[in-house]
Each structure stands twice: as structure tokens, then as C-alpha cells.
């Protein structure tokens, strides 16, 4: 996608298939453990040829830069895609054009077992942390609640908003909060996924933290809240 920082562009070493599936195809996926169906879903996702994740990260990014859950957002966070996710770089690429400031979530000594977010800009210097997932070294930090979208990673998702992460627990519990409040419901979670992650139907736990919407190559999907 030629951006800014080179750990931003989709991994492709398990991506040149032969046969890549299209990632229109939902996937149809037997009665399996949590664990089964992250993996199941993880591989689909990176079977996608170079070609098409590219081809999906632009149709989502010119079908979601003008839906007014960006627009109206100024602080925004993202993720640099990382096994097979989506790749929100043609999306932020938009979202500097608008004048959106991007955020990055980082982990800290302080609170172990939550984000806080760091401002990023096209160039700026990453380093790896503890889980190997690169973060800005320049550090000007947030807490979550003083963002105003949170553009999401995910395994897997339904309509209802519902999302299975990677089983880390970072993002439940950072914006836990979100769970606790009545009114001001800031920040809004707008998940990115292919639409080969959607399914019908995700039972939800007590702790997760449900989406506002979810958009893909074909479609943004607004849940009920």
C-alpha cells in the first residue's frame, strides 16, 4: 500500500494460494470450540491472495471513509493488520486527507492488562513490544475514553455487532467502561473484517464489548443499541 511504515501492509507469506477463496464466500463452519473456530477463521483469512486483500482493504476504505461515524470522529484509533487481518492503511490514508487524528493502541509498565493509545502519523519510527506487535516510539498517550472511534480488529463477527477477538481480552477490558455508561457512549467501535468473517450468530459473554458496526469489502453492518 506503499505507507508510511512498512509493518502496516497485509502479511503475504501465507497469503500466494493457488486457489485463494473469495472473500465474498462466507465460510461454512461445523460445530467446533472457541479455540477451533478462531483458528479456522484465522487461516481463511490469510489464504486470501495478495491480490485480494488489497482489492478488499480499498473497497472497504472507499465504501467507510464518508460514513458519518468518521466524520463526525475526530480522535480516531486504528491497528497495523497483522495475520491476514484487513488492512485499514487505504482507509487511513482518507482519514489524514480529512485532517482525523490517528491514534495506535500500546501497551504500558502501568496497566498491564489494558490499551492506552499513542498518536501516529505516516513515517513515524514503531518498535515491537512484549507480544511482538509494533507500536510508535514517539509516545504522546490517551487514555481510551478520550477517543471517539475505535477502528477494531477481529476474528470473527455477526449483524448483531457481537465480535470474536484473539482471545487476548485487551480490548474488553480497556473499554469496559463503554458497558457501565447510559449516555455518553463515546467511544463508538466500528469493527474492519472481510466478509468471509461474518457469521450468524456469535453467543456473547457477559465482559464483551459489542461493536456499532462493522464495516467490509461489501457492506457496513449497524447493530441495534
Not at 192 to 214: C, G, R, V
Request: aromatic share 8%.
Amino acid at each position: 500500500f506503499g505507507s508510511g511504515a512498512t509493518v502496516a501492509t497485509v502479511r503475504t507469506e501465507d497469503a500466494l494460494l493457488d486457489n485463494p477463496p473469495d472473500p465474498r464466500q462466507r465460510p461454512q463452519i461445523p460445530l467446533m470450540s472457541s479455540r477451533q473456530l478462531r483458528q479456522q477463521l484465522r487461516q481463511q483469512r490469510r489464504s486470501l491472495s495478495t491480490t485480494a486483500a488489497i482489492r478488499c482493504a480499498e473497497e472497504m476504505a472507499h465504501r467507510t471513509a464518508r460514513h458519518p461515524l468518521l466524520l463526525n470522529s475526530r480522535s480516531i484509533a486504528t491497528y497495523l493488520a497483522a495475520d491476514g487481518e484487513i488492512d485499514p492503511w487505504p482507509l487511513l490514508q482518507e482519514l489524514w486527507s480529512l485532517g482525523k487524528d490517528i491514534y495506535l493502541p500500546v501497551l504500558t509498565p502501568f496497566d498491564k492488562y489494558k490499551l492506552w493509545f499513542a498518536a501516529f502519523e505516516p513515517g513515524d519510527e514503531l518498535a515491537l513490544n512484549r507480544f511482538g506487535i509494533p507500536e510508535p516510539v514517539r509516545r504522546r498517550l490517551i487514555k481510551p475514553c478520550a477517543l471517539d472511534l475505535v477502528l477494531t480488529p477481529l476474528v470473527a463477527f455477526d449483524e448483531a455487532g457481537h465480535r470474536i477477538g484473539m482471545g487476548g481480552g485487551f480490548y474488553d477490558r480497556s473499554f469496559a467502561f463503554l458497558n457501565r455508561r447510559q449516555h455518553w457512549h463515546k467511544p463508538r467501535l466500528l469493527g474492519l473484517a472481510y466478509e468471509l468473517q461474518k457469521l450468524d450468530a456469535i453467543k456473547a459473554n457477559s465482559w464483551d464489548i459489542p461493536l456499532h458496526a462493522i464495516a467490509t469489502e461489501a457492506a457496513i453492518y449497524t447493530a441495534a443499541r
